[in-house]
């Protein structure tokens, strides 16, 4: 992938990570990253997400956990 594209790519992210969560560490940039990922997977292919729950069941329970962080962290940013 071109650098340019990459640097501008992860300055989208960190945007979105911070207007998401408050503010974007890099741990909850990775966080925010794995989740729009799964996400968009899950919507688009959701044969190949039930594939992968069923193939790495504590992956996706871990992927569960982090669902939640995340909205636990966006409902925290938003009632500030």
């Given amino acids: 992938m071109d650098e340019k594209l990459n ?11 911070e207007l ?3 503010e974007a560490t890099p741990e909850l940039k990775e966080k925010v990253k794995a989740w729009v990922l799964y996400s968009h997977i899950s919507k688009s ?12 069941p ?3 329970e871990a992927m569960k956990a982090l669902v939640t962080d995340i909205q636990e962290l966006n409902k925290a940013n938003r009632e500030k």
Avoid: F, I, R, V
């Avoid at 292919?45 to 790495?56: F, G, S, T």
């Fill in 20 to 22: 998401l969560l408050g």
């Fill in 58 to 60: 504590d992956a996706k």
């Fill in 7 to 17: 640097e501008q790519l992860d300055g989208l992210l960190e945007k979105y990570t």
């Fill in 45 to 56: 292919m959701p044969p190949l997400a039930k594939h992968w729950n069923e193939e790495y």
